[in-house]
């Protein structure tokens, strides 16, 4: 054997050195990207029926809310109805009844002939 015989099997044995150390590594990320495939699996796995829940959820409070608006509507409809029959009310009973009373109190004033008030 030669000098450059011996010299190219040390660099062998370096370079094949070199391997298993850097492949220790490389095995360790491997176990490492298999358990976060793993995590990632399971964590989709409780996800996906937690988003499915929520959609019904969302969706039985839209419909809840279509109820809630039909009842608002109904209210402020009957709240109109109201002040409406109010004014209408008012403006035929409330205008007689205040000449009723001033003409009451007129005629207790004359009647009474300015007794002691």
């Given at each position: 054997?030669?000098?450059?015989?011996?010299?190219?099997?040390?660099?062998?044995?370096?370079?094949?050195?070199?391997?298993?150390?850097?492949?220790?590594?490389?095995?360790?990320?491997?176990?490492?990207?298999?358990?976060?495939?793993?995590?990632?699996?399971?964590?989709?796995?409780?996800?996906?029926?937690?988003?499915?829940?929520?959609?019904?959820?969302?969706?039985?409070?839209?419909?809840?809310?279509?109820?809630?608006?039909?009842?608002?509507?109904?209210?402020?409809?009957?709240?109109?109805?109201?002040?409406?029959?109010?004014?209408?009310?008012?403006?035929?009973?409330?205008?007689?009844?205040?000449?009723?009373?001033?003409?009451?109190?007129?005629?207790r004033?004359?009647?009474?002939?300015?007794?002691?008030?």
């Amino acid at each position: 054997m030669s000098v450059g015989d011996i010299a190219g099997l040390v660099a062998a044995l370096a370079f094949v050195a070199l391997v298993v150390v850097l492949a220790v590594p490389l095995l360790k990320l491997g176990k490492v990207l298999d358990e976060a495939r793993g995590t990632v699996k399971e964590l989709t796995s409780h996800t996906l029926p937690a988003i499915d829940e929520a959609v019904e959820t969302i969706r039985a409070a839209n419909g809840q809310l279509g109820k809630v608006d039909t009842i608002t509507t109904s209210a402020a409809r009957a709240t109109e109805d109201v002040s409406a029959l109010t004014t209408l009310v008012s403006a035929t009973v409330g205008g007689p009844l205040i000449k009723l009373s001033a003409f009451s109190y007129a005629v207790r004033s004359v009647l009474g002939g300015g007794k002691g008030r």
